[in-house]
């Protein structure tokens, strides 16, 4: 799913207005249309989708915040509306209904009361795996009054900066982290001709390369290496800034002496997971082929299974197990914590194979949740998905699913697994989804030979009150390890969520060492 090791929390609505009176708006108030404008530092005309943010001021806010973001973790506290424009005009200003457009709550509706929001013009088209990022266009943010009694006007009045090493956008600490870990960090880009040949384009492999401090180019010796699977939100600045941070523990030696390699496997389709296919191409190949031998020429890298390791969080903890039992002689153990659903049986709390199986709703009529804090609901699968469908039409989380596990359809695109209006399942792609990439079911059908040489490698983390509802899927992965017989450690932490996960004796990333201090004792046991 779309975490770091960072904790997002925003206020629903209903929390966040307990001081205002929460009426509806009525056919007497004005349609909510806003116009924006393209300011002078954008050279000519601009295009791309536009987005508009909206929620309630707080009560311990006493000025509006420098931004409003959509958040994944309360999907429903942040109305937003999206449309594509292809043209500011000759004008340099577009005016839009925010109701008329991609909403994922209607405006018209919203209870009354004082707003923050702010409008962002996404260039690339890639907010919905990246969020906003360099050349973004961004307004200030407005408090207003809504229901709106007139039209409002808003300037995208500022562009995202580019980041670099010593961004001033980042706070000291990290700027310091940053230049402390740039001796031994190298950015590794290599071309790679089999997604080359399956894009039809110009491909490029990326990754972030840390070195331990007693590394030596000329030395004899060589050092075992972890492979990192970012997160789904992870994005290059993120890779950048994990890096520093275990750049700062090597130099305190609070982890062992290994290779970092933080893997970039995103794509503007979202996070490919490095699982081949027909969508997003041969990820999986590409870096076992490709990536992987460039790297071992390049550094004193111990080319053996056995100091070849995988470590990811959430998507990429799938992606660690994924690469494990698939390339099962090439690595030498993953630990995975807290890993998107492995087993289609319970994907986030749906069990896929059951009949007229709905995404949305259980079969009382009752909205499926799919994220939680401290015990209670905080979004449901439809607001998340309704969310994610607004910001943008491709690169969400469940859009990524799509082209991971689906099979293409005629119009080049993946074939939607569930209806997103109405959240039915269908099970012809459930069917191609489970043969495909199922892994609890690729467990189950291991050969006895596969089995044997994944023994004692897959080890699974994840707490019991995941913020996703993960654990159930985890919970499922056990069951088929011990149906397969297949030796594989699973650990269930009690109350932990998906993002405390590496918490431990008050040291906010006490299991993320330990888990290093383990995956060191594999690749060099004496």
Same mark, same amino acid.
């Given at each position: 799913m779309k975490n770091a090791f960072v904790l997002l929390t925003t206020v629903g609505l209903s929390a966040a207005l307990p001081h205002t009176q929460t009426m509806a708006a009525t056919s007497e108030n004005a349609p909510p249309i806003i116009s924006v404008s393209l300011p002078s530092l954008a050279e000519g !005309?601009?295009?791309?989708?536009?987005?508009? /943010?909206? =929620?309630?001021?707080?009560?311990?806010e006493s000025a509006a915040p420098g931004e409003v973001d959509g958040s994944e973790n309360s999907p429903a506290a942040v109305a937003v509306a999206g449309r594509y424009v292809a043209t500011f005009g000759p004008n340099r200003s577009v005016t839009i209904d925010l109701d008329a457009t991609d909403t994922s709550t209607s405006f018209a509706a919203l209870p009354s009361g004082q707003y923050v929001l702010q409008a962002v013009?996404?260039?690339?088209? #890639?907010?919905?795996?990246?969020?906003?990022? &360099?050349? !973004?266009?961004?307004?200030?943010?407005?408090?207003?009054? @809504? &229901?709106?009694?007139?039209p409002i006007g808003i300037t995208l009045d500022h562009a995202l900066p580019a980041v670099e090493w010593d961004s001033t956008n980042v706070s000291p600490d990290v700027r310091a982290r940053r230049e402390a870990a740039r001796p031994f960090l190298t950015d590794v880009e290599i071309p790679s001709p089999s997604l080359t040949k399956f894009s039809g384009r110009p491909v490029r492999l990326r990754a972030w390369v840390l070195v331990p401090p007693n590394y030596h180019a000329g030395a004899k010796q060589t050092w075992p290496v972890a492979f990192?699977?970012?997160?789904?939100?992870?994005? =290059?600045?993120?890779d950048l800034d994990l890096a520093s941070?275990?750049?700062?523990?090597?130099?305190?030696?609070?982890?062992?002496?290994? @290779?970092?390699? /933080?893997? !970039?496997?995103?794509? *503007?389709?979202?996070?490919?997971?490095?699982a081949d296919g027909v969508n997003n191409g041969p990820w999986g190949t590409a870096l076992t082929t490709e990536l992987i031998p460039a790297l071992e020429q390049r550094f004193r890298m111990d080319?053996?299974?056995?100091? =070849?390791?995988? *470590?990811?969080?959430?998507?990429?903890?799938?992606?660690?197990?994924?690469?494990?039992?698939?390339?099962?002689?090439?690595?030498?153990?993953?630990w995975a914590t807290a890993p998107d659903p492995s087993d289609f049986r319970d994907f986030v709390g749906v069990d896929l194979t059951m009949a007229r199986a709905n995404m949305y709703y259980d079969d009382f009529g009752n909205l499926? &949740?799919?994220?939680?804090?401290?015990g209670q609901v905080t979004g449901t699968i439809k607001d998340f998905v309704r969310l994610e469908e607004t910001v943008a039409h491709t690169g969400g989380t469940f859009q990524s699913f799509d082209w991971v596990f689906s099979p293409r359809g005629p119009d080049g695109r993946p074939l939607p697994m569930f209806d997103r209006v109405t959240g039915a399942v269908d099970p012809n792609i459930v069917s191609y989804w489970r043969s495909h990439y199922d892994i609890g079911r690729l467990i189950v059908s291991l050969s006895e030979a596969q089995r044997r040489a994944l023994d004692g490698k897959l080890r699974v983390i994840v707490g019991d009150a995941d913020t996703f509802y993960l654990d159930g899927s985890v919970h499922r992965l056990q069951r088929d390890a011990?149906?397969?017989?297949? #030796?594989?450690?699973?650990?269930?932490? &009690?109350?932990?969520?998906?993002? #405390?996960?590496?918490?431990? #004796?008050?040291d906010s990333l006490g299991l993320l060492k330990e888990i290093a201090w383990e995956m060191h004792a594999v690749a060099r046991p004496h």
């Open positions: !005309d601009a295009s791309g989708r536009l987005l508009v /943010f909206a =929620r309630p001021l707080r009560k311990d013009l996404d260039r690339n088209n #890639d907010y919905g795996r990246f969020g906003r990022g &360099p050349g !973004d266009l961004v307004s200030k943010v407005l408090t207003v009054q @809504i &229901p709106l009694q007139k990192m699977c970012g997160t789904f939100s992870a994005n =290059r600045q993120q941070l275990f750049a700062q523990m090597n130099q305190r030696g609070s982890i062992p002496p290994l @290779i970092w390699v /933080f893997l !970039d496997y995103a794509t *503007i389709t979202g996070a490919t997971e490095f080319a053996r299974p056995s100091g =070849r390791l995988l *470590i990811g969080h959430s998507s990429g903890g799938w992606a660690s197990l994924w690469l494990q039992i698939n390339y099962p002689y090439l690595f030498g153990g993953a499926r &949740p799919l994220i939680r804090s401290k011990q149906t397969a017989r297949l #030796d594989a450690k699973f650990r269930f932490l &009690p109350g932990k969520t998906h993002n #405390d996960l590496f918490a431990k #004796d008050g």
